[in-house]
């Protein structure tokens, strides 16, 4: 009987399992059909063009103005996940304490660069931080500086502007994982004597850790390929891996070149995921086993 019992099991959760595989079999067609095949075939370009080659590899990685700029868009990515994290992480915080009417204002506050036009964020950036933009207008007017500040075309102006846009990529995580953490935890903490810093940091900060980690990675993943912001934003040396693909495909035509470095920066990706991953132990944390 039993043996009969745990038969009927198996073949249930075989059957549960071809269920979801047929509910995932459409999504995962259109994937393979729209991203994954055409992503490989252009990716295929880098060693292949026609014939097998390794050209473009040697040209990018031989050529010290390539390695710059990867360099420059490793930099830039790591600076704008650091900031994120400080400025969403406290928001997210206080988010999950907030109630009412306060808190759907800041809600839409935080989601509100997702409906606006990315054009039209970095204009306004460009109104705000040029030579004769409204806050060098205003400094000069109330005297606090002669002559306006270098607000625009630099790394600063580059990492503000990156930071506006991915910010809620980071909140909204963060947010996700707090929101779950059991109030009671921390109450518990407080009645055995623990001060709210040492609840905070020996309870809710490793249990939003999940939070965090799935928001830093996000960000730095999507920081990777910015183009519209560091072009109208930044300088000829805040140049970032996206635009010289952008450059190889439309001016130079180079599309071999052009799926090199795009191989590159996946490659690149892959890498520093795996390493975020031996590093942190995210599988782990995710698993809910770093408490």
Request: with cysteine; charged share 10%.
């Amino acid at each position: 009987m039993h043996i009969t019992n745990e038969h009927h099991f198996k073949r249930l959760e075989r059957s549960e399992k071809w269920v979801h595989f047929n509910l995932l079999l459409p999504c995962l067609l259109f994937l393979t059909l729209f991203f994954f095949l055409p992503i490989s075939i252009f990716l295929l370009h880098s060693v292949f063009d026609p014939s097998f080659t390794l050209e473009h590899f040697t040209k990018a990685f031989s050529r010290p103005v390539y390695m710059a700029v990867l360099l420059k868009t490793l930099k830039l990515s790591f600076v704008t996940t650091v900031v994120t994290l400080a400025l969403g992480y406290p928001v997210a915080f206080v988010l999950t304490y907030l109630t009412g009417r306060l808190k759907t204002i800041v809600f839409v506050l935080i989601v509100i660069p997702f409906w606006t036009n990315i054009l039209v964020r970095m204009f306004a950036w460009m109104a705000l931080l040029g030579s004769n933009g409204v806050i060098n207008s205003n400094l000069v007017a109330l005297g606090i500086i002669d002559q306006p500040l270098s607000l625009l075309y630099n790394f600063f102006a580059v990492v503000l502007g990156m930071t506006h846009y991915m910010l809620p990529f980071m909140i909204l995580p963060c947010y996700a994982t707090m929101e779950a953490i059991p109030r009671n935890l921390t109450n518990a903490a407080a009645n055995l004597g623990a001060t709210p810093f040492t609840a905070f940091r020996r309870i809710f900060f490793p249990l939003s850790l999940p939070g965090a980690a799935a928001g830093c990675l996000l960000v730095f993943i999507l920081s990777l390929g910015f183009y519209i912001t560091p072009a109208l934003l930044g300088g000829p040396q805040d140049t970032m891996f996206a635009q010289l693909i952008e450059v190889q495909i439309n001016q130079t035509l180079d599309w071999g070149f052009a799926a090199a470095l795009s191989t590159i920066l996946v490659v690149i990706t892959m890498i520093l995921y795996l390493a975020y991953n031996w590093i942190l132990d995210v599988d782990k944390i995710y698993r809910g086993e770093a408490a």
